[in-house]
């Protein structure tokens, strides 16, 4: 069979971005009244901000705005884990990043499973933020042996689904027919089950060490536990929700508002509380509920460098350590006051993002400088050219995650008001090593994105290397 036959691995990836949307609408209805109202602030922003509007048709982004953006999920076992990342990897996504939730209470720690180059993102930008339970984490011996028993009986992949990754592995890659039975097949990982496979007394115990243990030891896969679409305008969606009748979380997580959003800004609503059946050890079910799926939406700005990164961490941790408890309902205010003071030491504009290097940019040649390419100076710098309006540069959309908003999202949908610290050291070694893999660092990414725009503009342009 050859590769002309085979279908891409991007193209897989939309299928089953799209598949699992409709899965999940249908099994959390208010998901889709999300979606209509992002679909809606979307439209509307876009009427109210023609310099935004340009700068998202320039840039691709508008093409991938209504695209579903990511998921995520929790697995209990090293093996759980290394076989997601096959998974993954027939749909063209690595693992991108770790972060380490412990510290905020979460025991788990994580990597987000996405494309690695723009071109693939530019086809469907869709990615799973993939979380791996802590066992060790779980303070009561007899409680962890629980666990690892329950999560060593299950089985969270069909059987056609792993001969399906093997045959991928195998020939590299699959056909049509291939395609689309490895999308139906492995959606099953991540449906709902509504049967758990403890009794109540044994839920209620992993419940009590923390409402996330039992979310991903008491079922029989780790159904997904939120999908979240992509808006450009995130406070005037959490001001919409309440008349959708969706309640939003108090706080928005991540950055203040800004005219020039960086990085990553999610609300959501609270889990919903559903009925569950746990089986007792006479065989028989009994009725309760469990409470862990929520809708969550998210605003994307511009990628940040390391030094970037610093000085956001620097603001954020000067807000937390003034407002000195968690954010919640009850110090909202104080604590959006104190985040936007603080920021007012970022810079807001994207010349000055560039100039202090604070951000990662993408670099395209103008018509003006296309037209010019015979009489340019072959000796030209970036900046020159910048200048002289032959090279423009626009913000490269941030493609990843925050520990802290990862968290925070974590806590306050599972309405943990418990910030319980673990005092386990992060532990990036031992999640790689069940992982089967390393992961990738983003900043290389974006870096590397940065970069080959660059080469492109040279290219275009007849000159040799640009430097940033």
């Known amino acids: 069979m050859t590769a002309q036959q085979f279908v891409s691995p991007n193209e897989i990836r939309a299928r089953f971005s799209h598949a699992m949307s409709d899965m999940y609408q249908k099994e959390v209805p208010l998901y889709g009244d999300l979606l209509e109202l992002v679909a809606e602030t979307n439209r509307q922003v876009l009427r109210e901000d023609a310099a935004l509007a340009h700068q998202l048709q320039i840039t691709g982004e508008i093409e991938r705005l209504a695209m579903e953006r990511h998921g995520a999920i929790r697995v209990g076992t090293p093996a759980e884990l290394a076989t997601l990342r096959r998974l993954f990897r027939v749909m063209g996504m ?6 380490d939730l412990a510290v905020a209470g979460v025991p788990v720690h994580s990597t987000a499973f996405r494309a690695v180059h723009e071109d693939a993102l530019q086809i469907s930008p869709f990615r799973v933020f993939t979380s791996l339970l802590r066992l060790e984490l779980i303070e009561d011996p007899a409680l962890r042996e629980l666990a690892q028993q329950l999560l060593a009986r299950r089985r969270i992949f069909t059987e056609r689904a792993l001969e399906l990754i093997v045959l991928q592995e195998a020939q590299g890659g699959l056909d049509e027919a ?6 139906e097949q492995a959606l099953e990982t991540f449906r709902w089950h509504s049967r758990a496979t403890v009794s109540a007394a044994e839920y209620q115990r992993l419940h009590d060490q923390h409402r996330l243990i039992a979310d991903v030891v008491a079922f029989k896969g780790p159904h997904i536990n939120h999908l979240t679409p992509r808006t450009l305008d995130i406070d005037r969606v959490q001001r ?14 991540g950055p203040p508002p800004r005219r020039r959003p960086i990085l990553l800004r999610q609300t959501s609503f609270k889990a919903l509380e559903e009925s569950v059946d746990f089986i ?7 009725a309760g509920h469990h409470t862990a799926r929520f809708g969550e939406i998210e605003q994307r700005g511009v990628a940040l460098t390391p030094k970037g990164r610093a000085l956001y ?21 104080c604590y959006n006051q104190l985040l936007a003071e603080n920021f007012q030491a970022f810079p807001d504009d994207y010349a000055t993002l560039r100039d202090q290097q604070l951000a990662w940019f993408r670099y395209y040649p103008t018509e003006c400088g296309l037209a010019a390419k015979e009489s340019l100076d072959k000796h030209s710098t970036l900046e020159q050219l910048i200048a002289q309006e032959y090279i423009r540069f626009q913000p490269l959309v941030y493609e990843d995650f925050l520990p802290v908003s990862a968290a925070g999202i974590f806590q306050s949908n599972l309405g943990d008001s418990r910030h319980a610290q673990y005092n386990a050291a992060s532990s990036r070694a031992a999640f790689e090593q069940a992982l089967g893999a390393e992961v990738i660092d983003e900043l290389t990414l974006y870096q590397q994105t940065q970069q080959r725009s660059l080469e492109a503009c040279a290219q275009a342009l007849g000159l040799g290397a640009l430097a940033e």
């Open 94 to 99: 690595e693992p991108v990043g770790y972060y």
């Open 313 to 333: 961490d620097r603001l954020l941790q000067a807000t937390n350590d003034a407002l000195q408890a968690p954010p919640s309902e009850k110090n909202a205010e």
């Open 280 to 286: 007792e050890p006479d065989g028989h079910a009994v």
């Open 240 to 253: 919409a929700m309440p008349g959708r009748g969706i309640t939003p979380k108090a706080v928005v997580e």
């Open 178 to 183: 291939q395609a689309q039975e490895f999308v």
